[in-house]
Structures are given as C-alpha cells and as structure tokens.
C-alpha cells in the first residue's frame, strides 16, 4: 500500500491499529468520573 508515495508495511498498520484501540479503550474507562466523585465525597480539603 503505497500513502504519500512512501510504502506502509503490515507490521506499520497493525501498531498503528493497536494504538487505536488502547486509546478508545483509555476513553471508555470510568477513571476520571470516579476520582470526581471521590473528591465530592471527600470533600476539597487539600
């Protein structure tokens, strides 16, 4: 497969398809809403 007149390799596409699926999984973890509700809970006391 040839992008921008430079040839992609297998091995280019499949790392970059990994790459896509850590980041979609890193946005479908509730982490951040729960650190939220844990300081609510918590209180803002430093």
Known sequence: M???GEPLD???LGFS???I???FAG???PV???L???SE???STP
């Open 21 to 23: 699926a850590v980041v």
């Open 27 to 29: 946005r479908k973890m």
């Open 36 to 38: 939220t509700r844990l």
């Open 2 to 4: 040839i992008l921008l």
């Open 32 to 34: 951040g809403r729960a």
């Open 41 to 43: 809970t918590q209180g």
């Open 17 to 19: 398809l990994a790459v």
């Open 10 to 12: 297998v091995l280019t």
